[in-house]
């Protein structure tokens, strides 16, 4: 048990997908894994161990951020022995070529500012995903015929973005989407030696101003759901 994770030992899984929803680890954990026991509702924040095809996963949500995810993250290596982490969640689309429910596969993740920010100071350290997670994610995704992206995207610190400067030089460079914690989480897989993957369905887009309703969400996260799941095992 740590501060932010009642898990007693052995409870959590070697595999730890990560949704920032509490409440969307609760329909993964339900909709894809079998003999699910919930493990961690500290502050409310959900986690489940269970098995997918007799594999041991634990679903638990990071919440909103990278500071968040960070506490999650941290614990789940430093505490529970967490091998594999891989982000599932949403993001927006910043690429012309990127619509609404297509899944992005990336495979490095751009930010103005971590909370492992102060160990580099002047560094410009570039977080990566682990290849063998990724190259297994692409060929799943191709299997199933889902439209997929894979590239670099950019973890914001903040939601409500107000650099339509920044937007433009990101969209210039061949910046596919917009999420808030995938970045810490491939800093910290890289600094402890675990394998970290982020896979996102795209939920909105920058420019066209397209919105998934919130009704078709779940529904069009089983694909990325499927993908991870799949490539934590190949």
Not at 19 to 25: C, I, L, N, S, V
């Amino acid at each position: 048990m740590t501060v932010h994770i009642g898990a007693k030992p052995g409870q959590i899984a070697e595999t730890v997908l990560m949704p920032g929803d509490p409440y969307r680890a609760k329909w993964a954990a339900e909709t894809f894994l079998k003999d699910v026991e919930l493990v961690n509702e500290v502050r409310g924040m959900l986690g489940f161990t269970g098995t997918w095809n007799g594999h041991r996963v634990t679903i638990q949500g990071s919440g909103m951020g990278m500071p968040s995810l960070s506490i999650y993250a941290n614990e789940l290596i430093n505490e529970y022995n967490a091998q594999t982490l891989i982000r599932i969640g949403s993001c927006g689309g910043m690429q012309p070529q990127v619509g609404i429910r297509d899944v992005i596969i990336a495979m490095t993740a751009s930010t103005l500012n971590s909370p492992s920010s102060g160990i580099f100071k002047e560094f410009n350290y570039a977080p990566c995903a682990d290849y063998g997670l990724l190259a297994a994610a692409v060929k799943s995704a191709e299997t199933k015929g889902c439209k997929t992206h894979v590239g670099g995207i950019y973890s914001s610190d903040v939601f409500y973005d107000e650099r339509p400067d920044l937007n433009e030089q990101m969209t210039r460079h061949g910046i596919l989407g917009v999420e808030m914690e995938a970045a810490e989480l491939y800093t910290l897989a890289a600094r402890y030696g675990r394998r970290a993957l982020a896979v996102l369905t795209v939920s909105d887009h920058l420019q066209t101003g397209e919105a998934l309703p919130a009704e078709d969400r779940e529904r069009s996260f089983g694909e990325m759901v499927e993908i991870a799941l799949e490539a934590a095992f190949t």
